[in-house]
């Protein structure tokens, strides 16, 4: 049975990000590198060693404008086999719950055994889409997977919480988000890179997926930077000196103790 | 004219500036200090293809072509030039020597074991007399029937520790001086054979640099790479690649140096504001940043002109290696300039980019060899 | 019909601060919307008492077997279930862990806008909009909720706490049918004891490369437990092996607001910034006068945080003394 994975092509995480005066809630494109969102590749490392372990092929599916493929091909070069890119503006535009009814629609054409994503989408910071497809498709889901073992039609599942984490059992299928730390990605052989590049990418429409444009449910109105933090106060002296200092300010200015 | 890389090739080059940024890079400054070689990543760049990047797929090669090479070259030589040493020499050196000049029976031997990382290659043809002027090699090969007896030592051999292969030259034929060199193709447990002493450098100490010793190994005749007495040939064409990757090593460390610059340049606040506000400070920048661009430009083109097969490149390898070296002497030498005292205390990146800058200039051909193969080739002869 | 209903979170018996936060901001949301403010609790009877003075009206006790455990989706069915009780059109959880999955589990079930991570309501805009960072908190997005309903999660330790005189609300019990659980909590394993969770501290202290290895570390931990706080630290220290991933502070790792957070040893990557640059007050400790840390930190001190940091927290012992 294939393992599904849900993609989604962000910003690099060095890449200097502003809004887009032009564009209401978009960022300036010129100059600034997309990858691979850094999560996802968790989820796709995790889905191949399943499928390695008891067959079947690793398949993706994004939202995502055309670049978008480019991510893609990243997951394919690391060992996915076929993509659905869905780009249409309505698509891409839409919000986090909208997008995950679409998300789950073009899953179900996979009918996957698991469901895998990135914990969070680093651009949007969306970390909703594992949960939302699965409450689509009917399905339970683990958000925040620090260890999968995957018996069966039966799932043991770590996810982090604060201090500590629960193991969650769940039957499949599921859609699980993967967390850092749940593996090791691999990097792509160059071999596989060339590989990748013959690898199926259906480009699906809303209509094709039996949906139709929704009115949105939210909408960004605008993106700003956030208000820089002015310096301090910088100290240097004895141990015992700026120990001094801090305390004043700690308790003086800051108010802390 | 198109000066932009392909899909694949932008896959290639993200995936080696990856690998050096987390996996190179995060250990350089150690294995400098320790002299050690970084052997799992250069295990590890052999299964994911990045030393087999001119190898064909019939033996296991990754193919990716001079271009995506030379690109590669520059991310794990910003990294580790110590590391992307070994990478130039296994790619550059030791598979196109095989490729060129190797026997089918040579190829399949040698070719995947080499293209897997599996065995790492040297090519040990300088010795304590002869740099510049291979015709006064003293290693000997002397026929004896259907074998050879190779007796000599080889020094300031890259790779020669961490070696499973060796291309050595040595002297067949005395009286014919240059022309009475040929090739052999060895691997190290033929008997005979030692690694001598391992050198202690001013840079690129993450790399495995030592004598080689040949006491009377006795190897068949069919260990010839190439022809025999024609060890010269080979070694000049292969050299000629080599020098791509030894450019690509020092367009690496100047753009390095040159970041490193860049960054520090806006931190450190002087007369109340950062010294990159400084115009003497911005106009250091302006040049290195220039030179590393010229470099780089020329570099690609001389990458392509191997991988398109459009002719000889001899004089363009040769002219990039001049340049490129040199201009990152230029270009470390103004980088550590820009950090002040702060760029002489090892504490600091460039400390190091500026003494593994140095043998760029020398090895694969001096600045002053390269001058000689371009004017020779300027003025017809 | 309009109306606010709050998820009160519990952990270890008690009610987490954030469900504080968000019971005050739901407060302002339904006064200025002149609606109700209600909350739903699972399986907490005896926490009642506490929830007086809070400004609920009603609050629906959903207790039983089923709700012993989390389960993201009957949680969601009782509160979209209380929701239709109170005519809730705004839904309230802390951005913790289980508030995010709650929240995505109960805007996929009521085709809600949901807002994840929010730092600031504009309490009267209309559609209501909220303020919630993205990009790794590089920028700050307006997000008009423009569907009927709304479920917003918000970021622990940024919503003010402010008490409402004591009433007794209406408790009702809600029996809310839910399927049957398929991802189920087999147990809860705790981080080793006295280990506080960085998304949740109020002081957190944070090392990094400076500390140079595991054993450096213990100068950082033995002041954060001076402080009563969490132990952070860089992706480098992380990366290291010096510390579990699970104390990471930044764009790969967790997003914290606390108080004060003190960095040790970190020269301020944007990418670490990204995770604690809405900290209230920074104090950094670095030898390098010119890391970027040192440029943002409101109280910066020159000098090598294995002298510092030890003096640091005798003193501070004193004090807490």
Not at chain 2, 67 to 86: C, L, N, P, Q, R
Not at chain 2, 178 to 186: D, H, V
Not at chain 3, 305 to 311: E, Y
Request: charged content about 25%; overall charge neutral.
């Amino acid at each position: 049975m294939n393992v599904a994975v849900i993609l989604q092509q962000v910003p690099d995480t060095e890449a200097v990000v502003k809004p887009n005066p032009a564009v209401p809630g978009g960022i300036v494109e010129e100059g600034v590198k997309f990858i691979l969102n850094p999560y996802d590749e968790f989820a796709v490392e995790e889905a191949l060693k399943i499928t390695e372990k008891d067959g079947g092929e690793v398949v993706g599916v994004c939202i995502g404008p055309d670049r978008a493929e480019n991510a893609i091909r990243m997951a394919m070069a690391m060992g996915m086999e076929r993509a659905i890119l869905i780009s249409e503006p309505a698509a891409v535009e839409a919000d986090i719950v909208t997008q995950g009814a679409i998300l789950a629609a073009a899953l179900k054409t996979l009918s996957p055994r698991l469901i895998l994503s990135g914990r969070e989408m680093i651009d949007n910071q969306n970390d909703a889409a594992a949960a939302v497809v699965a409450r689509k498709l009917g399905m339970p889901h683990v958000l925040a997977a620090s260890k999968i073992e995957v018996t069966g039609d039966k799932a043991v599942v770590v996810r982090d919480i604060e201090g500590g984490s629960l193991e969650i059992e769940t039957t499949l299928p599921a859609a699980i988000s993967c967390q850092k730390g749940l593996n090791e990605p691999r990097y792509p052989t160059l071999i596989a890179i060339k590989r990748a590049k013959n690898k199926e990418i259906k480009k699906m429409t809303l209509a094709e997926l039996g949906l139709t444009a929704a009115a949105p449910k939210s909408r960004v109105t605008a993106l700003r930077l956030p208000q820089a933090r002015a310096a301090g106060v910088k100290i240097t002296g004895t141990p015992e000196e700026v120990t001094g200092k801090c305390l004043a300010w700690l308790s003086g200015t800051a108010k802390v103790i | 004219m198109d000066f932009t890389f392909n899909e694949e090739q932008k896959m290639v080059i993200d995936g080696a500036r990856r690998f050096a940024k987390e996996k190179l890079a995060p250990f350089a400054a150690e294995l400098d200090e320790k002299a050690e070689v970084n052997i799992k990543a250069l295990k590890e760049l052999g299964r994911l293809g990045y030393l087999s990047m001119t190898l064909p797929e019939e033996y296991d090669g990754s193919n990716a072509g001079a271009v995506a090479y030379a690109a590669s070259m520059i991310e794990f030589s910003k990294a580790d030039a110590g590391t992307s040493v070994a990478v130039s020499v296994q790619n550059s050196l030791v598979n196109d020597a095989i490729l060129t000049f190797g026997t089918d029976e040579q190829k399949k031997k040698f070719l995947p074991k080499l293209a897997s990382g599996e065995w790492i290659g040297c090519f040990t043809l300088t010795e304590a007399n002869s740099g510049s002027d291979p015709g006064s090699l003293r290693t000997s090969a002397t026929r004896d029937g259907d074998h050879f007896v190779i007796s000599g030592t080889k020094n300031f051999t890259t790779n020669g520790g961490i070696a499973d292969v060796m291309v050595v030259f040595a002297q067949t034929c005395k009286e014919k001086g240059s022309k009475g060199i040929s090739a052999f193709l060895l691997t190290k447990d033929i008997p005979g054979f030692k690694v001598g002493k391992h050198e202690n450098k001013m840079g690129i100490r993450s790399s495995s640099t030592t004598e080689m010793v040949f006491d009377n190994c006795r190897v068949p005749a069919a260990s010839l790479l190439g022809e025999e007495n024609k060890g010269l040939k080979i070694a000049l064409t292969t050299l000629d690649g080599g020098r791509i990757g030894i450019a690509a090593q020092a367009v690496g460390i100047a753009e390095a140096a040159l970041e490193e610059a860049v960054r520090y340049s806006k931190e450190r606040v002087q007369f109340g504001r950062p010294i990159s506000e400084l115009e003497g400070i911005q106009f250091m920048i302006a040049d290195m940043a220039t030179e590393v661009e010229v470099a780089k430009t020329m570099l690609y083109r001389v990458a392509w002109m191997k991988e398109s097969h459009s002719g000889k490149y001899t004089k363009e390898a040769a002219m990039i290696k001049l340049y490129a070296s040199e201009m990152a002497h230029r270009v470390c030498h103004k980088a550590l300039q820009v950090h002040g005292g702060y760029g002489f205390m090892k504490e600091y990146k460039i400390e190091r980019l500026y003494r593994d800058q140095r043998i760029t200039e020398i090895y694969e051909g001096t600045s002053e060899i390269q001058k000689c193969v371009i004017a020779r080739s300027v003025l017809g002869e | 019909m309009a109306g606010v209903l709050v998820w009160i979170e519990t952990s270890e018996g008690k009610i987490r601060k954030v469900t504080r936060e968000a019971a005050s901001a739901g407060a302002k949301l339904a006064a200025a919307q002149n609606a109700p403010l209600c909350a739903v609790l699972f399986n907490g009877k005896d926490l009642l008492p506490e929830l007086g003075n809070m400004g609920f009206s009603k609050i629906y006790a959903a207790d039983g077997p089923a709700f012993e455990k989390y389960s993201g989706e009957a949680y969601a069915d009782a509160l979209a279930a209380a929701g239709e009780q109170c005519g809730a059109d705004v839904f309230l959880t802390g951005a913790t862990a289980l508030g995010r999955d709650l929240s995505a589990c109960l805007a996929a079930k009521l085709d809600a806008a949901l807002a994840i991570d929010v730092t600031e309501i504009k309490y009267d805009a209309k559609p209501l909009t909220v303020v919630r960072p993205v990009y790794s908190g590089k920028l700050l997005a307006d997000v008009e909720l423009t569907a009927d309903k709304k479920v917003i999660s918000l970021r622990p330790n940024v919503f003010p706490v402010t008490e409402k005189p004591a009433a007794s609300p209406e408790i009702i019990p809600l029996s809310a049918e839910t399927a049957a659980i398929r991802a189920q909590v087999l147990k809860a394993i705790k981080a080793a004891e006295g280990v506080m969770d960085v998304a949740e501290a109020t002081i957190i202290v944070s090392g990094g490369r400076g500390t140079g290895g595991a054993a450096g570390f213990k100068v950082i931990e033995d002041l954060a437990k001076t402080l009563g706080g969490a132990v952070g630290a860089s992706r480098v220290a992380v990366d290291e092996g010096w510390i579990e991933y699970s104390h990471q502070v930044g764009q790969t790792g967790k997003v914290v607001s606390p108080v004060l957070y003190i960095a040790c040893g970190i020269s301020g990557s944007t990418q670490h910034f990204a995770g604690m640059g809405t900290s209230k007050f920074i104090i950094a400790v670095n030898t390098d006068p010119d890391a970027p840390i040192m440029e943002k930190a409101d109280f910066a001190i020159v000098g090598d945080l294995f002298k510092v940091v030890p003096v640091l927290k005798e003193e501070l012992l004193k004090v807490v003394k």
